[in-house]
């Protein structure tokens, strides 16, 4: 790879790690789409720079030498100790190493699996490192720390973004809030898993770029700190569920509460099942809406004052989960029936009617009537068309 330094180049260069997550694809887009011009992003994938390798991330940004780095890269949040230690702590502590050598500001994103149960929770606010904690809530809580005590120790310019229950489209692997989407569409919840009254807060990832984007202009207010990234109101899980179910027009699940220690004994059992299943070769895991179920009857809110008091301005004050539901529901549909995961929804969403008729029942049809006139070269991109490249020199 040819070294550009800085100063040879335009534009600003960002390189961001897990640019195929909810949050990097979020972030990439930005850049590209909406602030073309802005910065180049680069985003290699984990085979191509892997964090669990320390001499993958060193060799790659002092390689680079971007002008700035984000790390939005996790592993899967039911990974064992070895890869969530690696990959979210050492991998996160490494990208710091780095961009304390270059002298770059370094964007982290945390969870609110750092913090306690509880309202109002400051950035202050953090659960005792123990080893009772989850592997996921462990290595972001030693990350926090680390990048913290880089800070103080070694000047490391970064700037810490805590999401909660994180909504927005391109969740390709469907966890988190959009798992609970994916369970009440495929109407796999018969009743709410919930206390009446349990509160979270939710982070719209829609708003996520802006903030990096303010927090990359303003290092001198933002370097060093932590900031709770949530929509200022707290969200009641029982009400979101049933509106949910209401878009959906579904009849499950049905408004009632289950206690947490019958949910809690239907899960133990759950799991003697799986062990069971696993004794006899089929390998099989505690489906993901399972493995939180604790979080479903606990209140957790984040403060959003620390942020509201910073020079951010709210891109999109009034968007909230609840004002986003529809195109999120369209979204989500949309693509889990094209991937035949749901198939409530299947009516709803055809794509123009004659051609999926002839795709399913008479594709030599629908080749032919292609030939006759969809292959011809795009005109726009043509030899001496305009916009094709050297069109407009005449040799
Ligand atoms: N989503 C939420 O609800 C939520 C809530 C709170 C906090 N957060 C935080 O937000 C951040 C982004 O989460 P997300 O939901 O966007 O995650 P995600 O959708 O699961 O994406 C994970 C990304 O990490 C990359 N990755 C995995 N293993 C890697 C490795 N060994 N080396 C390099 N990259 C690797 C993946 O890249 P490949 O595809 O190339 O493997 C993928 O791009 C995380 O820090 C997470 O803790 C998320």
């Known amino acids: 790879m040819a070294e550009t330094t800085p100063d040879e180049r335009k534009r600003r260069l960002g390189v961001l790690f897990g640019g195929s997550g909810l949050i990097g694809g979020t972030i990439l887009n930005y850049f590209k789409q909406r602030r073309p011009g802005l910065a180049d992003i680069l985003a290699p994938n984990s085979k191509k720079v892997s964090l669990r390798n320390c001499n993958d991330i060193r060799a790659y940004l002092m390689t680079v030498k971007p002008d700035f780095v984000i790390n939005s890269a996790i592993t899967n949040i039911d990974s064992d100790s070895q890869l969530a230690f690696e990959v979210n702590y050492n991998g996160a502590v490494n990208i710091g190493r780095a961009a304390s050598a270059l002298k770059i500001p370094y964007i982290f994103f945390s969870s609110a699996a750092t913090l306690p149960p509880g309202k109002n929770l400051t950035e202050e606010d953090q659960l005792p490192l123990t080893a009772r904690l989850s592997n996921y809530a462990k290595s972001k809580l030693m990350a926090e720390k680390t990048l913290k005590y880089m800070h103080e120790h070694e000047g490391l310019d970064y700037s810490c973004l805590r999401l909660s229950v994180v909504y927005g489209n391109h969740d390709h692997k469907i966890q988190g809030f959009h798992r609970l989407l994916f369970s009440i569409a495929d109407e796999a ?35 060093g700190r932590t900031f709770n990234f949530v929509d200022r109101d707290p969200v009641d899980l029982g009400k979101l569920i049933l509106s949910i179910k209401s878009h959906l027009q579904l009849k499950s699940p049905r408004a009632i509460y289950v206690p947490y220690p019958i949910a809690r004994t239907g899960k133990n059992s759950v799991r003697v099942l799986l062990r069971l299943l696993t004794k006899i070769g089929l390998k099989a895991s505690l489906p993901p809406e399972l493995m939180f179920l604790g979080a479903f009857y606990r209140t957790q809110t984040l403060s959003s004052e620390r942020l509201e008091a910073s020079s951010f301005v709210d891109p999109l004050p009034d968007e909230t989960v609840h004002s986003r539901l529809p195109e999120m529901l369209s979204y989500y549909l949309t693509r889990w029936s094209h991937q035949n995961l749901i198939t409530t929804f299947d009516e709803k969403l055809h794509f123009d009617i004659s051609i999926e008729k002839d795709f399913e029942e008479n594709p030599q049809a629908l080749l032919d009537s292609i030939h006759l006139d969809a292959t011809a070269p795009f005109a726009a991109i043509a030899p001496g068309q305009e916009g094709f490249p050297g069109a407009s020199h005449k040799d």
Do not use: A, C, Q, W
């Open 189 to 223: 919840m018969p009743v709410l898993f919930t206390k009446k009254g349990t509160l979270h807060s939710y982070s719209n990832s829609r708003k996520i770029p802006y903030l990096i984007h303010h927090m990359l202009d303003n290092r001198d207010e933002f370097s």
